[in-house]
Nanobody, 119 residues
Framework: QVQLVESGGGLVQAGGSLRLSCAAS????????MGWYRQAPGKQRELVAT???????NYANSVKGRFTISRDNAKNTLYLQMSSLKPEDTAVYYC?????????????WGQGTQVTVSS
């Protein structure tokens, strides 16, 4: 089992910045792709960004150029640097990690951290 704990959320004014962290613990071997997702009230959860074990990244169009995803494999920690925040970025942000075990992939989610951007 892998436990994911997000931190770093909060209230920020539009144009501001926040850095989210996601610490993985437990049986953290063979963590493959990790990512950030978000869910705003009344909306479906959506992809924000993903990063492979080797560092290849993928971003939603809505955050390209403003958000940066990174990971520290030695610390088993995932980050999301968010800049130029907009009110529409307000959501609960979730961390996700995929773990390879043989031919199977196990997916884990964190409990989420609230990000609120005021106008």
């Amino acid at each position: 089992q892998v436990q994911l704990v997000e931190s770093g959320g909060g209230l920020v004014q539009a144009g501001g910045s926040l850095r989210l962290s996601c610490a993985a613990s437990g049986s953290v071997f063979s963590l493959a792709t990790m990512g950030w997702y978000r869910q705003a009230p009344g909306k479906q959860r959506e992809l924000v960004a993903t990063i492979s074990q080797s560092g290849d990244t993928n971003y939603a169009n809505s955050v390209k150029g403003r958000f940066t995803i990174s990971r520290d494999n030695a610390k088993n920690t995932l980050y999301l640097q968010m800049s130029s925040l907009k009110p529409e970025d307000t959501a609960v942000y979730y961390c996700r990690a995929d773990q390879l075990r043989g031919s199977s992939v196990f997916r884990y989610w964190g409990q989420g951290t609230q990000v609120t951007v005021s106008s």
